[in-house]
């Protein structure tokens, strides 16, 4: 993780420096506080400080050594269009050498053994790391496994915040902070894009988002939205996916004689509803269909996790 503010001949920077501080946590540790990536942070601040191309270098090598099933790479600083490519401007940068060119990191990553990559970059002009001239070649494809996210196309700067942030790590943050983690509490590069493209206007910077891949590692695990229990169950309570569950006044608490089974059946569709995997039938809420002997079905998105809690995938 690396930011950089401070520079020898560009302008210096407010927030990359607080970028990488802000994300380092929650890289390194899950939701749970359980151990996640292996994070090493680097931040220029000051001329004692600085992150020259020859210091830059050896660290993404050491990123992608052996040893690693999974590597993440972040960038913050200045970035430079390049003929067709983009350049992470280091501390020492100058006009005819602004630092490391993309097109050197992905060099490393094609000779590189770790089979799942994922590379960040909040820099000015990011969206040229995925350019056919960065790559290199007629064809634009990105090796297996390979994932990179960037928050702006080839043509467009990188806002920062009047707090001293990058906009686009901001975001984030935020989706790295659970805003983009799925019902089982997963957060992958494919929804960090998809919570990041969302937080951008048409007008604004617009995120890119290029991979080749097979799978999705998990990037950070946050709590699951509703009890894992609750979907494994989704199958008992619904026998066929378009199953319409009966509902009475007995699985609501207010009703008498208590059915404390049923209650405790109603407040797990009740969780399930918040994250719109349940539904009410022919009423608003899942108390009218209680009281007035209806039901409740699964919604689409609900029917996605029953056929996993049935296939034994939860």
């Not at 996640?36 to 942070?41: F, M, S, V």
């Not at 983009?86 to 053994?113: C, K, M, N, W, Y």
Request: proline share 6%; with cysteine.
């Amino acid at each position: 993780m690396v930011g950089i503010d401070y520079y020898d001949r560009y302008n210096e920077l407010a927030g990359c420096a607080n970028d990488a501080t802000a994300l380092h946590p929650l890289l390194a540790r899950n939701e749970d506080v359980s151990i996640n990536l292996d994070c090493r942070i680097v931040t220029a601040t000051d001329p004692s400080t600085r992150v020259t191309r020859d210091e830059l270098l050896p660290m993404i090598d050491a990123t992608l050594a052996p040893g690693a099933e999974f590597a993440l790479f972040y960038f913050a600083g200045h970035g430079a269009p390049v003929r067709g490519d983009v350049a992470l401007v280091t501390s020492d940068g100058t006009e005819h050498t602004p630092g490391v060119q993309f097109s050197e990191v992905l060099e490393r990553i094609i000779a590189s053994p770790v089979q799942e990559i994922v590379v960040i970059l909040d820099c000015c002009f990011a969206g040229g790391a995925t350019t056919i001239a960065s790559l290199g070649t007629t064809l634009a494809n990105l090796k297996p496994g390979l994932s990179v996210l960037t928050a702006s196309r080839d043509d467009q700067t990188s806002a920062e915040t009047p707090a001293g942030r990058g906009l686009f790590s901001t975001y984030l943050e935020g989706a790295l902070d659970g805003g983009a983690a799925d019902v089982l509490g997963h957060v992958n590069v494919s929804g960090l894009y998809a919570y990041l493209s969302e937080s951008f206007g048409a007008w604004e910077q617009r995120p890119t988002f290029k991979a080749n891949i097979d799978r999705l590692h998990d990037i950070r695990v946050c709590d699951p939205r509703v009890p894992l229990s609750d979907l494994r169950n989704l199958p008992t309570w619904f026998p066929i996916v378009d199953h319409d569950y009966p509902l009475d006044p007995s699985y609501e608490d207010t009703a008498e004689p208590r059915q404390p089974e049923h209650e405790a059946i109603l407040k797990a569709f009740q969780r399930l509803r918040a994250c719109r995997l349940v539904e009410p039938v022919g009423e608003d809420h899942l108390y009218y269909a209680a009281m007035n002997s209806t039901g409740c079905r699964l919604t689409p998105l609900g029917r996605h996790y029953w056929q996993l809690a049935r296939s034994e995938r939860i």
